[in-house]
């Protein structure tokens, strides 16, 4: 017999909605596997047991109350999980950071409130490293957040929390967010899809403070319909947000995209970045195979280059250093900062206002014109990461930040292009290495073009299903 966490979102919800389970039974499941499981994984930094049984109970009362069950909020009973980085009003939110502990905001991010809305139901927040920045998840306040595929390497980051808890089935699908691949990361890590979203698809009110525009929400989910179900009940503008994205044509879901045949595609195919990184030898056969694969679903698949050149690199560092040197951390607290942010923070000192502008404006540049060499061609096809899972202590083992830095670049070489140019790119699960770990590819859509692209991502899934791999940790 199939145990709850074997349901996708979408079929919880369609469960909750046919009285064939309570809210309170998969939110009571969830908590289970989390009690009993997650000192091993380390997804994480809160539990919100109480609260999540309170909203739990509602919802059972608002099941048995609704005359028709199409009424219904469209995810209503399913449990979620929200990144430490984002504000729930009365949960501790602590940055992943000692500096932040005892901070509890007193409102709730707009992504949190569009997602209560449809009725999920957050279970706690998830691990984050220090402020967001590094591409893995260890912190001076929790253990790390470590991926069940192996419970010796890291989940990646910085939602590694958030990756950790879908797939070792304690949420179906959880919120996170990305400035240099941190949703797709993770996805690749953890085996899962991770949709990265086009600048401004997903309101980040209302307080914002990225000054970089680099940062987007999206979600990590085991299936590419559960992940267009999150843009579906998440996407759409708040007022004054400066990057508002139109939404869908009147009738029209990203999840319906899923259903529909992308058609005969132009794709370009790319293992280049402009960081120089040695792609791992499985890593690569990975990205071959999907290219032949797209070929093989009928579309027309070529060779193209890197959308951003080397010099864009010290121009995303410097911006990275400032948004780090920006984060309002109390002067008395500055000590209990890890080595890699105070690293950060100390560059991004040194960077004048002139020079922060040149670099922004350096990279809009660089970014327009990567977008105009691309707009021939419906999606990209790259590798998510250079590099299968890495163990625990990796990118740290040397007590170097600035190492730790570059351990970072060269792992992750792919992913940052494209939150300088905002386009929406997804990590599909599809591959594994002779080892069992999970080997992630990415695709990368249009400016604004997450519904074509989840709809050639479905193709895919449906093409080579991932469905039936799971980690040891699932069974348990």
Known sequence: ?????????????????????????????AL???????????SFVTVTADAARAQARAADQAVLAAPDAAQLPPLLGVPTAIKDLN??????????????????????????????????????KTATPELGLPCYTETDIGPPARTPWDLGRLAGGSSGGAGAAVASGFVPIAQGSDGGGSIRIPASVCGLVGL??????????????????LSVLG???????????????????????????????HGESYAGWCDRDPGPLRLGRCAQSPIEAELDPEVRAAWEHASALLASLGHDVEDVAAPLPPQAVPHFEMVWSVSAATAPVPPERERLL????????????DVSGAQFAAA????????????????????VLTPTLALPP????????????AADFERQKRFTPFTAMYNMTGQPAISLPMYETSGGLPIGVMLVGRPGGEASLLALAAQLEAALPWAARRPPIWTA
Do not use: C
């Open 360 to 379: 922004l404006g350096a990279l809009n540049v660089l970014a327009r014109r990567g977008i105009a060499a691309s707009a021939h061609l419906d999606a």
């Open 87 to 124: 504000m729930v009003a009365g949960v501790p939110t602590k940055l992943g950071s000692a500096a932040f502990a005892d901070f509890v905001p007193d409102y709730d991010d707009a992504v949190v409130e569009s997602l209560r809305a449809a009725g999920t139901i957050s279970v706690g």
């Open 338 to 349: 890890r080595p890699l942010t105070r690293h950060l923070r100390e560059r991004g000192r």
């Open 219 to 249: 979600p990590l989910a085991r299936t590419v319909r559960d992940a267009a179900a999150f843009l579906d009940v998440t996407a759409g503008p708040r007022l004054g947000d400066p990057d508002a994205r139109d939404a869908l044509p």
């Open 196 to 213: 990265k979203t086009s600048r401004g698809r997903i309101s980040r009110g209302p307080i914002d403070l990225d000054a970089t525009r």
């Open 1 to 29: 017999m199939a145990e709850l966490h074997d349901l996708s979102a979408l079929e919880a919800a369609a469960a909750v909605r046919r009285r064939e389970v309570s809210p309170s039974e998969l939110v009571e499941h």
């Open 390 to 401: 890495q163990p625990v202590g990796w990118f740290t083992s040397d007590d170097d930040p």
């Open 32 to 42: 289970d596997r989390i009690a009993r499981l997650d000192e091993r994984v380390g």
